[in-house]
């Protein structure tokens, strides 16, 4: 059971939530708090983490539930909390291929500091937790940064082995988009949906 978060700090691009999880272990209920850092508005998150930090932090995220129920839960619950993209955005142009659900994934470039800002959307609650965490990873960094770290978090947490198939896919797929986009920009214009 996931209990709705309480907002513990908010500032103008974040807003770190307290979860409090509650599960039943031998017939008492357990609690587990999760601090959910989630970007406010279009994506933006400051960072003072590298995306390798980023990465270790979600690692610990994920080590605070003892199964693989809870840590979809928690997916699902970060999901649920996503920004969803307006209806104007939510365009054949703006698709990633190679999803099972439809997924629209959107990049601005900050010519001031360099950032590339993502802001994505899905119209299942799993996948929107996926795109979560990867706007957790990605967003607001140089393409630089982004093309240098792969997401090696969600192997080393065993997220796409608990993923079907073809979830396991979209992520890929979302993830490669991202590496599209940030390519890119780095050429000097955003790449094009495959």
Excluded at 31 to 53: C, K, W, Y
Excluded at 57 to 64: K, P
Excluded at 74 to 89: F, I, K, N, Q, T
Excluded at 173 to 193: C, D, E, N, S, Y
Aim: hydrophobic content about 40%.
């Amino acid at each position: 059971m996931v209990r709705p978060p309480d907002i513990i700090s908010r500032d103008d691009t974040t807003t770190i939530r307290l979860q409090i999880i509650a599960r039943t272990v031998e017939g008492k209920p357990e609690f587990r708090h999760i601090l959910a850092r989630v970007p406010n508005s279009r994506g933006d998150m400051t960072q003072t983490a590298t995306i390798a930090e980023e990465q270790a932090l979600i690692a610990e995220d994920f080590d605070l539930f003892d199964d693989w129920r809870d840590r979809i839960e928690y997916v699902l619950d970060l999901g649920r909390h996503l920004e969803p993209l307006p209806a104007e955005d939510r365009i054949d142009a703006n698709k990633v291929r190679g999803c099972q659900s439809q997924v629209w994934m959107i990049a601005e470039l900050d010519q001031a500091t360099g950032r590339i800002s993502i802001r994505a959307d899905s119209d299942a609650f799993i996948v929107r937790g996926l795109i979560a965490l990867l706007l957790r990873l990605y967003s607001n960094r140089p393409a630089d940064e982004i093309l240098a770290n792969p997401p090696t978090v969600f192997d080393e947490i065993g997220l796409g082995a608990h993923l079907s198939p073809t979830r396991a896919n979209g992520l890929h797929a979302m993830v490669k988009r991202i590496r599209q986009l940030a390519t890119g920009f780095v050429h000097g214009a955003p790449a094009a949906a495959e």
